[in-house]
C-alpha cells in the first residue's frame, strides 16, 4: 500500500494589526475621522516610543499606559498588549524593561506599516 504524500499545511493568514471592524465602529463608519485617528496615532507612537527609552520607570509606565489607550481606540491590539507588557516591566530589571520594549517596538512597526498602507489606498 503506497503512502499518501503530506502536503505541506497552507500558512496561516497574516493577522491585522489594526481591526478595521473596531475602528469603524468607533468612528461611525466616517472614513476622514478613521484616516485622522490613524495619522494621530502614528505620530503619537513614534513620539512615545522615543520617550519611552529615554525616561525613567514612572514615566515609561505613564507612556506605556497612554499609547495602550490610543491603540485600544482604533483596534491596534496587539500594540495595546505590549504597551501593557511595558507598564508591568516598567519597574522591572533594566533587562525586562528593554525586551518589554522591544516587543512593543515590534507591535507599533506592524501597526504604522499596515497605518501607512491605509492611508495610501
Known amino acids: ?13 497574516q493577522a491585522l494589526a489594526i481591526d478595521r ?29 522615543a520617550r519611552m527609552r529615554t525616561g525613567d520607570a514612572a514615566m515609561l509606565a505613564t507612556l506605556a499606559h497612554t499609547l495602550k489607550g490610543s491603540a ?6 496587539e500594540v495595546a498588549q505590549a504597551a501593557a507588557a511595558v507598564e508591568g516591566a516598567a519597574t ?16 507599533t512597526d506592524a501597526a504604522r506599516v499596515e497605518i501607512a498602507a491605509l492611508l495610501r489606498a
Open 1 to 13: 500500500m503506497a503512502q499518501a504524500a503530506m502536503l505541506p499545511a497552507a500558512p496561516a493568514p
Open 21 to 49: 471592524a473596531h475602528l469603524k465602529q468607533m468612528t461611525f463608519g466616517d472614513c476622514g475621522l478613521e484616516r485622522e485617528l490613524l495619522q494621530l496615532f502614528d505620530r503619537q507612537a513614534e513620539l512615545l516610543l
Open 72 to 77: 485600544l481606540g482604533i483596534g491596534a491590539t
Open 92 to 107: 522591572g530589571s533594566p533587562a525586562q524593561r528593554a525586551a518589554a520594549l522591544g516587543g512593543l517596538a515590534a507591535a
